[in-house]
């Protein structure tokens, strides 16, 4: 289950910031990824949330930063990466 | 980083084929994520290396009240869907008036082929607009000055550059403060819009510039609820939703094709299973679906949207694998088919090869294979056609016929940014020199000519039903009138009551073009063995067919049985009647004796009648 649940976050990653599938790395942050800009992070956030059917809180949709970041959010509305 | 790997791993593979994968990933599945992905890594490309003809280029910008930039990635893929190779610019999130007011701005330097500026309602109206709605009175002014905002911009930019304007018309919203009263309200909440709009399509209705793109249209075809997703629009400031964009940006495209030449002209047909449902050659005539009961009122259903295309100017033909005498005498003989032989510019029945049919077909037509759209049921015919003939816009038909219409419907392949008369009359012109070449001998008379239009002629009693045509009829027609005496409809009904003293006529025509409804009108003034025509007309559309005839026969037959010894006709000349001026003459009545302007006509029915012209139809009802 787990593992479908990565496969999805990492297909909409690849595909929103065009990344090598095989390089994604929770390290990764908007600061290293050039196309990780205002409109790919809405992007990437309404990806996730209709991917994963939840809705993250605005104040998080900030506060990240990172891959690791997303996960961690995730997992606060009760999904485990 | 990741790109420039991409591309060092394959070093050797050209642009092209690298654009076409991506492309590839779209057409197998078109979600939001892969036009996105499609067009960010499209922008990566070294697209100038491409060779483009100028003609396939085609540079879109993008002003806007809210963020578009999603619509700009949908256009660009769609376009290069299209075979084009777009540039798309989009301007500044809300600067599109410092954009189009700044003679030195991007936009301008951009040097666009088409403008799509899309502005909100909202941004044009005071803030208290919708909380005070309810309060205001005389919103015509606010339609007026949002329409001279409009105007004011729109006008720099048609002064300023020579691209085509696309701009929006306005969603109505389905919320109104007024509830269910909307309608009653002295200025109604959606009624306003439904104005503005309304408004704004007759400001451009005459430029050859600047086109009104309808929004609340495809956004009511889309469904209003899912055209805005909240989220993104209160985080994001974006106005169309993900299911909504691909429907918007097709309606854009529409115009976009039709800028470029992509236009389809011509709609190629197959026969079983996509005209009627079952195979003709096994099924036979009366075993092939098409009629009033499912499935057969799908594919009568398809038939009518492709004979309203075919009445625009759209041509039709057929390539279908079939013996051509078994296919050709259902397309003549079958009581529900819509289409007839003359509707088709060309036909090729037969059991070759459909690539090659298709060849012949744009030969004898004389129309490209770009301008051919194909549809077929059968997948892998669809396939063939699309791997040989890649020109030829091959129709992913859906499995069952009751999509077919709605199939048909969504191409926005066949639009013109100008319709003229003969594009309307294409489709007839095409069949007229078909049908000379073909006929040239065989016709030689009216009467056979009158004949092979397979007229069929209803003539009853006025019916509540038909009354309001029939009161039109008396109050408008002028040509074809015996008497032009006008009626209201106060008093046709009381006629229509006093059964004992009137009968009112009503004569409905129909033929292989389809049914013209309601053409003529009679009213027989009833007295003890003489009847008098008070009044007899005909609409112009049908004069010098001698339906005037049948109508007239019909009377003289119900008078006779009646035993009735006399039918007066009268006759009152005015300016404009002339073409029935001979009309009582010629159908053997003798002439009266003349009151004033009044001519009376008198047929005497123990000694004569008037036949029923024999290549009608008449049917009693």
Known sequence: ?81 | MDSKEESKKRPSEPISLQLEKLLDQVRKEPTHLNYWNAHKRIQKLDLESLKVPDEKKIKVALLSSFTIDPLGIYIDIKSRLAQLHPEIYVAPFNQYQQEILDENSRLYAFKPDVIILAVQADVLLNEKFYSEFVKLSEVEKYQTEILDQFQTIVSMLTARTDALVLVNNFIVPSFTPFGILDNKADSGFRSFFYELNQRLAELYKKSHQVYVVDLEGAASKHGKSRCLDPKLYYRGSLLFSESFLPVIADEYMGYIKALKNLTRKCIVLDLDNVMWGGIIGEDGIEGIELGNDSPGNAYKDFQRVLLSYYNRGILLAINSKNNPEDAIKAIKEHPHMLLREKHFAAIMINWQNKVQNMIELSKKINIGLDSMAFMDDNPREREQMKQSLPQVLVVDMPSSPFLYRQTLENLNDFNLLALTEEDKKRGEMYHARKMREELRESISSLEDFLKSLEMKIVIKYADDLGLPRIVRMINKTNQFNLTTRRYTDAEIRKMKEARDKFDIYSLQVSDRLGDEGIVGVAIVHKEPNIWTLDSFLLSCRVIGRKVETAFLAKIVADAREQGVSTLVGEYIPTQKNAPVKNFYSSHGFEKLLQKGNLYRWRLDLTKSTVKMPEWLMAKNE
């Open chain 1, 1 to 81: 289950m787990s593992s479908s649940i990565d496969e999805k976050l990492k297909d909409i990653l690849t595909k929103v910031l065009l990344l090598d599938e095989s390089k994604i790395s929770d390290g990764m942050s908007r600061k290293n990824v050039e196309e990780w800009d205002s409109m790919a992070h809405l992007m990437l956030v309404s990806e996730i949330e209709s991917a994963f059917e939840v809705t993250m809180d605005d104040d998080d949709i900030m506060e990240i930063q990172t891959v690791g970041d997303i996960k961690k959010t995730l997992k606060k509305l009760g999904i485990t990466i």
